[in-house]
């Protein structure tokens, strides 16, 4: 079993982003020496940044100098950006890409790293009469990249639900509407939503590091919720109305594209896998979820 000490060293790949930034601060606060592998060169506080340019295969190896831990979460934004065919292709290659490079990387140097930790989706299940879903796909290529790394050291990809958390990503689009008094369900509402509090999430991270578990595992709380039933809980706890209609998913996907699938799909997880053993969940509920992120 791997301990992460005081003098250990982790490297986040995409750390600069919303769930990077997170473990990196619960990182710093165990002592541990954070490095972040980015594409552009910027100060953050307690972090040492080195650069990558995955088109052009570069990367400074000095970011692995002494790297016992690796989390791996760069990739272009899914939800930013009409998916076009060129953002599709960015959106794949990102990831792909990165894996490819961090997995070259391993394997022609000497390294000492124990555990890699990578970031991926939990995939949609598609309607009825949905042609194959991009998100799915994309997954499915992502896992497969960074699964060679296996060769050199533990894996654990993390397939990772909707991240709630008050610095940005779902919930800041989600609650805005609602803040307003226009809060809405989209679609029918009844898709299930698998979602994490930021909060655990990270526990979660530092746990798959520390305990001896491995392969795909997934980063989603116990209990899900509904589309609907999220929109509701905001609502209820801000204290605002709830009155529009449901937005039928064609508007959306008129309005979004295919990006729409997101939120019109729903994904439900069994609970056999969902489960961690002798991990506690901080937020098992959206409500107490919901609660801490918008009130506290
Ligand atoms: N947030 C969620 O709800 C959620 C759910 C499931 C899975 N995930 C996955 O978990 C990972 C981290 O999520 P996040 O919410 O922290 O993402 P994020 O806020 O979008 O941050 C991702 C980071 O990846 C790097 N990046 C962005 N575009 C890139 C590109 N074209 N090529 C290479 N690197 C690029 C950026 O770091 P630099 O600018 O420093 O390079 C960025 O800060 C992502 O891969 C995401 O798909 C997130």
Known sequence: MYKLKPQSKVLVTGGTGLIGT????????????????????????GVQVFLWDIENESIDERALDGVE??????????????????????????????????VNTLSSISHQVKVVVAASGIGLDPQPCDEPLFINDLAKVWEASIL????????????????????????????????????????????????????????????????DVKGIRYGVAPIATTNYDMIKKMASILHRPLWLPKIPGRILELILGEQASIVTNGKQIADHEKKWQNFKFRFESVREALIDLLTM
Not at 32 to 39: D, E
Not at 76 to 99: D, F, H, M, P, Y
Not at 171 to 199: C, F, M, S, T, Y
């Open 148 to 211: 060679p790394i296996e060769e050199h050291t533990r894996l654990v990809v993390l397939r990772i639900g909707m991240v709630l958390s008050n610095r940005g990503g779902a919930l800041k689009k989600l609650v805005g509407p609602v803040r307003l008094g226009l809060g809405a369900a989209i679609g029918n509402g009844d898709q299930q939503i698998e979602w994490i509090h930021i909060e655990d999430l990270c526990r979660l991270i530092l746990f798959a590091i520390e305990e």
């Open 69 to 102: 831990v690796i989390i791996h979460l760069a990739g272009a934004n899914v939800g930013q950006g009409r998916w076009t065919e060129s953002r599709k292709k960015e959106l794949i290659q990102s990831r792909v890409n990165g894996s490819k490079l961090l």
């Open 22 to 45: 997170s473990i990196a601060k619960h990182l710093i606060n165990k002592g541990v020496q954070v490095n972040y592998l980015s594409r552009s060169s910027r100060q953050v506080e």
